[in-house]
């Protein structure tokens, strides 16, 4: 009886909610929570209403599992933003449309700013000594910053008049918590993903490879090249640059390059994998940014959902590119620094968002600079200038800016990004190197792995997911399987938390 009683009361704290082991992608009871789930989608899936609230039952489970009953915000969101938007559509008047927006811009934000920003300004304001007020115990939910633009990218598409709303909530409430992208993303558009709810699903044998190659590689990068680097390098050098010299903060800093983006990426890739082995289609989020050869390049790779996002709905919104060439680049400056100011409520990420402003409004008058030297050159000598030289360059020059400004996005005050960098410059100690190599080798060999990973063309991806495709579903299992008990051999003893769970 005593036995029966202690099972039970552990399966009911596995089934409920923990703080301190939230259910995520590369967590384990994830495993059995999503075999369960595709157990029973094998029965209902071509039963469209039956699909729907199946999806959408373990959807809402899922995110209570992962951040307890902030999950209740979610359902908040989704009635508020359904009925606003078929209040926009059915709106007489620009008058009625236009408060009902703003009304909805204004719920939106103002749920992300209390939760995300509020303790920031207490802070500035107890700061510059224009009051004493004592921080608010806030717990930023899960997923927020997502499901939020989201929400905001719906309502204005249908204000734009872009996409008629749906007329079944259940159906808005699927889309807003489909748990492959609820907490991390990708960022999902209504006008891409609600006409895919209620078609017939086909899932073929190319669905089947291309989401199985994903979710190993997304496994591959997150746990065993991203966790593996942070945990026995990169957590050291940001936790106290002092003790480290230039030599060891400059492969921290690399470190940290491949680790936030295999970190991220992969959790990308798994989302997508999984979506395709349920019947959907989530657009892709990472394109081998480091190879990009401009920061211009490097945002159209990169957390594309978001970089297209701030492009669409706030650029764009302020004008864009079309009143001029000063106006264009403060538009760059203030969607960057909105940005980064997305990312987190902190000087550290308004002044890497900064930086990437900048750079992008300095790469926008270079490349008109280079189209006009480029014209005249064709018009006088027949041809235009290029090289493969130049392109090289400007993928290495691309790659150490933006890991230069990955140390403000890393590192937790100005003081240790200043430390960091003055390290590098002035107490480099290249003869450190030595004896570092033979300390940290393991380390330095994935790093080098997953460089070398990065930087191999889309074509052997497409090698391998036709190779997948000719496999026997039992071989197919048998390579999951074997991934699955790599992947439990070389995880780390404690959960590392993706570092876009904070955003």
């Known amino acids: 009886m005593n036995l029966l009683t202690i099972d039970t009361d552990k399966l009911i704290q596995q089934l409920t909610y923990n703080a301190k082991d939230p ?203 991203s966790d593996y680097i942070y945990v026995n390098y990169v957590q050291y050098i940001f936790d106290d640059p002092s003790r480290h010299s230039g030599i060891e903060c400059l492969l921290g800093v690399y470190g940290y390059a491949m680790v936030i983006y295999c970190d991220f990426s992969g959790y990308s890739d798994m989302a997508i994998g999984m979506a395709k082995w349920m019947g959907f289609t989530l657009n892709e989020n990472f394109d081998s940014p480091y190879q990009s050869s401009s920061i211009t390049e490097f945002w159209r790779r990169w957390h594309i959902s978001l970089s297209s996002w701030l492009k669409d709905y706030l650029y764009i919104s302020l004008g864009g590119n079309r009143a001029g060439k000063v106006r264009q680049y403060i538009n760059l400056m203030i969607t960057m620094l909105l940005g980064g100011l997305w990312h987190g409520a902190s000087f550290n990420f308004i002044v890497w968002g900064g930086m990437h402003g900048l750079a992008l409004a300095f790469d926008k008058l270079r490349m008109s600079l280079v189209s006009k030297y480029n014209s005249f050159h064709e018009k006088t000598f027949g041809r235009v200038v290029s090289s493969k030289l130049v392109h090289v360059l400007g993928v290495i020059l691309t790659f150490h800016f933006v890991c230069f400004c990955w140390i403000f996005f890393k590192a937790s005050t100005f003081r240790d990004a200043g430390i960091i960098i003055n390290q590098i410059f002035t107490n480099f100690n290249l003869e450190a190197f030595t004896p570092l190599l033979s300390a940290y080798g393991s380390v330095f060999a994935v790093m080098l792995l997953g460089y070398i990973l990065h930087f191999i063309p889309k074509s052997y991806e497409y090698f391998s997911v036709n190779v997948l495709s000719k496999a026997t579903l039992a071989g197919r299992i048998a390579i999951l399987l074997i991934f699955i008990w790599l992947v439990i051999q070389v995880k780390q003893a404690d959960q590392v938390m993706p570092i876009y769970l904070q955003f």
């Open 23 to 225: 259910l995520l992608f590369n967590s384990g009871f994830f495993l059995f929570f999503f075999c369960i789930f595709l157990l029973g989608y094998q029965f209902l899936y071509k039963r469209k209403l039956s699909r729907v609230i199946y999806f959408t039952i373990f959807s809402l489970y899922f995110f209570y599992k992962a951040c307890g009953f902030y999950f209740l915000f979610i359902l908040l969101s989704a009635i508020v933003d359904f009925n606003l938007a078929n209040w926009i559509y059915a709106a007489k008047n620009k008058k009625q449309k236009n408060a009902l927006l703003v009304f909805s811009i204004v719920i939106n934000l103002g749920l992300l700013f209390y939760f995300k920003y509020t303790n920031f300004f207490i802070e500035i304001i107890n700061d510059f000594k224009l009051g004493n007020i004592k921080p608010l115990n806030l717990i930023l939910p899960i997923g927020i910053s997502f499901y939020t633009f989201e929400n905001l990218s719906y309502t204005i598409d249908v204000y734009r008049g872009k996409f008629k709303p749906v007329q079944s909530f259940l159906d808005y409430c699927f889309f807003l918590s489909f748990f492959p992208k609820l907490v991390m993303g990708p960022i999902v558009r209504a006008s891409d993903f609600i006409p895919q709810i209620r078609k017939d699903i086909f899932i073929g044998s190319e669905d089947i490879s291309k989401g199985l190659y994903l979710i190993v590689a997304g496994l591959f990068k997150k746990v065993i090249i």
